[in-house]
Protein backbone atom coordinates (compact mmCIF):
# COMPACT_ATOMS: atom_id res chain seq x y z
CA UNK A 1 0.00 0.00 0.00
CA UNK A 2 1.28 3.18 -0.93
CA UNK A 3 1.35 6.41 2.07
CA UNK A 4 -0.82 9.04 0.79
CA UNK A 5 0.50 12.73 0.60
CA UNK A 6 -1.16 13.82 3.75
CA UNK A 7 -0.35 10.36 5.71
CA UNK A 8 1.98 11.46 8.52
CA UNK A 9 5.63 10.28 7.93
CA UNK A 10 6.75 7.38 9.89
CA UNK A 11 8.37 7.47 13.11
CA UNK A 12 12.39 7.88 12.19
CA UNK A 13 11.45 8.76 8.52
CA UNK A 14 13.00 11.78 6.79
CA UNK A 15 10.19 14.13 5.68
CA UNK A 16 9.97 14.26 1.45
CA UNK A 17 11.48 17.59 0.20
CA UNK A 18 9.39 20.01 1.92
CA UNK A 19 9.67 23.51 -0.23
CA UNK A 20 11.92 26.70 0.67
CA UNK A 21 10.89 29.93 1.28
CA UNK A 22 12.39 31.33 -1.72
CA UNK A 23 13.43 29.46 -5.12
CA UNK A 24 13.28 26.24 -3.07
CA UNK A 25 15.80 27.30 -0.80
CA UNK A 26 15.50 26.00 2.98
CA UNK A 27 14.94 28.39 5.69
CA UNK A 28 18.27 28.23 6.99
CA UNK A 29 19.78 29.17 3.31
CA UNK A 30 17.44 31.91 3.26
CA UNK A 31 18.01 33.57 6.69
CA UNK A 32 21.81 33.25 5.70
CA UNK A 33 21.63 35.19 2.38
CA UNK A 34 19.42 37.85 4.42
CA UNK A 35 22.30 37.75 6.78
CA UNK A 36 24.30 38.34 4.27
CA UNK A 37 22.98 41.15 2.63
CA UNK A 38 22.67 43.21 6.25
CA UNK A 39 26.23 42.50 6.70
CA UNK A 40 26.68 44.34 2.99
CA UNK A 41 24.78 47.33 4.17
CA UNK A 42 26.87 47.28 7.59
CA UNK A 43 30.15 47.47 4.93
CA UNK A 44 28.81 50.25 3.39
CA UNK A 45 28.23 52.23 6.41
CA UNK A 46 31.61 51.20 7.66
CA UNK A 47 33.08 52.24 4.24
CA UNK A 48 31.42 55.35 4.75
CA UNK A 49 32.21 56.41 8.17
CA UNK A 50 36.22 55.20 7.92
CA UNK A 51 37.00 59.01 6.43
CA UNK A 52 35.56 60.69 9.83
CA UNK A 53 37.33 58.19 12.38
CA UNK A 54 38.09 54.61 13.11
CA UNK A 55 36.16 54.60 16.60
CA UNK A 56 32.93 55.61 14.87
CA UNK A 57 33.48 53.07 12.23
CA UNK A 58 34.76 49.91 13.80
CA UNK A 59 31.03 48.81 15.07
CA UNK A 60 30.03 48.63 11.35
CA UNK A 61 32.84 46.09 10.22
CA UNK A 62 32.51 44.35 13.71
CA UNK A 63 28.77 43.77 13.27
CA UNK A 64 29.46 42.40 9.22
CA UNK A 65 32.17 39.91 10.07
CA UNK A 66 30.11 38.75 13.25
CA UNK A 67 26.75 38.25 10.80
CA UNK A 68 29.12 36.79 7.81
CA UNK A 69 30.33 34.03 10.47
CA UNK A 70 26.97 33.54 11.52
CA UNK A 71 25.62 33.27 8.04
CA UNK A 72 28.17 31.07 6.84
CA UNK A 73 27.81 28.44 9.73
CA UNK A 74 23.78 28.11 9.40
CA UNK A 75 24.82 27.74 5.82
CA UNK A 76 27.01 25.15 5.73
CA UNK A 77 25.52 23.59 9.17
CA UNK A 78 22.35 21.17 9.65
CA UNK A 79 22.21 21.30 13.49
CA UNK A 80 20.34 23.56 15.28
CA UNK A 81 23.58 25.15 17.29
CA UNK A 82 24.40 27.18 14.10
CA UNK A 83 20.28 28.38 13.44
CA UNK A 84 20.53 29.22 17.87
CA UNK A 85 24.12 30.81 17.72
CA UNK A 86 22.75 32.98 14.74
CA UNK A 87 19.44 34.02 16.70
CA UNK A 88 21.06 35.49 19.25
CA UNK A 89 23.67 37.12 17.40
CA UNK A 90 21.10 38.72 15.43
CA UNK A 91 18.75 39.39 18.76
CA UNK A 92 21.91 40.88 20.03
CA UNK A 93 23.09 43.53 17.14
CA UNK A 94 19.50 44.43 16.95
CA UNK A 95 19.70 45.18 20.98
CA UNK A 96 23.03 47.15 19.95
CA UNK A 97 21.04 49.00 17.37
CA UNK A 98 17.99 49.98 19.93
CA UNK A 99 20.49 51.20 22.57
CA UNK A 100 22.36 53.29 19.79
CA UNK A 101 19.21 55.21 18.61
CA UNK A 102 17.93 55.17 22.24
CA UNK A 103 20.84 56.73 23.59
CA UNK A 104 21.39 59.15 20.46
CA UNK A 105 24.73 58.06 20.16
CA UNK A 106 26.26 60.00 17.04
CA UNK A 107 28.74 57.85 14.90
CA UNK A 108 30.95 58.77 12.41
CA UNK A 109 29.58 60.89 9.26
CA UNK A 110 29.37 64.32 10.64
CA UNK A 111 27.99 63.30 14.04
CA UNK A 112 24.16 61.86 11.84
CA UNK A 113 22.39 60.04 14.62
CA UNK A 114 22.23 56.62 13.35
CA UNK A 115 18.62 56.48 13.25
CA UNK A 116 18.88 59.37 10.25
CA UNK A 117 20.62 56.94 7.96
CA UNK A 118 18.15 54.81 5.87
CA UNK A 119 20.71 52.12 4.95
CA UNK A 120 21.21 51.43 8.53
CA UNK A 121 17.48 51.26 8.92
CA UNK A 122 17.21 48.45 5.89
CA UNK A 123 19.93 47.06 7.20
CA UNK A 124 17.88 46.26 10.73
CA UNK A 125 14.72 45.51 8.63
CA UNK A 126 17.24 42.54 6.67
CA UNK A 127 18.15 41.56 10.05
CA UNK A 128 14.61 41.53 11.50
CA UNK A 129 13.57 39.30 8.26
CA UNK A 130 16.85 37.12 9.28
CA UNK A 131 15.92 36.65 12.77
CA UNK A 132 12.34 35.67 12.27
CA UNK A 133 12.86 33.13 9.19
CA UNK A 134 15.32 31.62 11.76
CA UNK A 135 13.02 31.26 14.23
CA UNK A 136 10.24 30.45 12.50
CA UNK A 137 12.57 27.17 10.99
CA UNK A 138 13.64 25.62 14.37
CA UNK A 139 10.99 23.46 15.60
CA UNK A 140 10.10 22.18 19.23
CA UNK A 141 12.59 23.03 22.00
CA UNK A 142 14.85 24.92 20.01
CA UNK A 143 12.01 27.33 19.21
CA UNK A 144 11.48 27.98 22.72
CA UNK A 145 15.31 28.36 23.55
CA UNK A 146 15.19 31.15 20.80
CA UNK A 147 12.13 33.25 22.00
CA UNK A 148 13.47 32.75 25.53
CA UNK A 149 16.70 34.43 24.37
CA UNK A 150 15.07 36.77 22.41
CA UNK A 151 12.56 37.97 25.26
CA UNK A 152 15.26 38.11 27.68
CA UNK A 153 17.14 40.64 25.71
CA UNK A 154 14.14 42.20 25.38
CA UNK A 155 13.38 42.14 28.63
CA UNK A 156 17.00 43.46 29.35
CA UNK A 157 16.91 46.66 27.54
CA UNK A 158 13.28 47.41 28.52
CA UNK A 159 14.38 47.41 32.17
CA UNK A 160 17.49 49.75 31.23
CA UNK A 161 15.21 52.48 29.32
CA UNK A 162 12.90 52.30 32.21
CA UNK A 163 15.06 52.78 34.69
CA UNK A 164 17.19 56.03 32.70
CA UNK A 165 20.01 54.11 31.98
CA UNK A 166 19.66 54.36 27.97
CA UNK A 167 19.41 57.88 27.79
Given at each position: MTPSPEAPPAEGAVPVGRPGLVGGLRPPHVASLLCVAAAAGDLVAFQQRVAYG????????????????????VWVSRGTAAALSAVLVLGLLIGSYVVAVSTGVPLGQRNRPVEADPLLTAALCVRLAALLVLVRSLSGRARSRAVNALLVIGTVLWTLGLTGLLG
Open positions: LAGALPFLLAAVVQLVAARQ
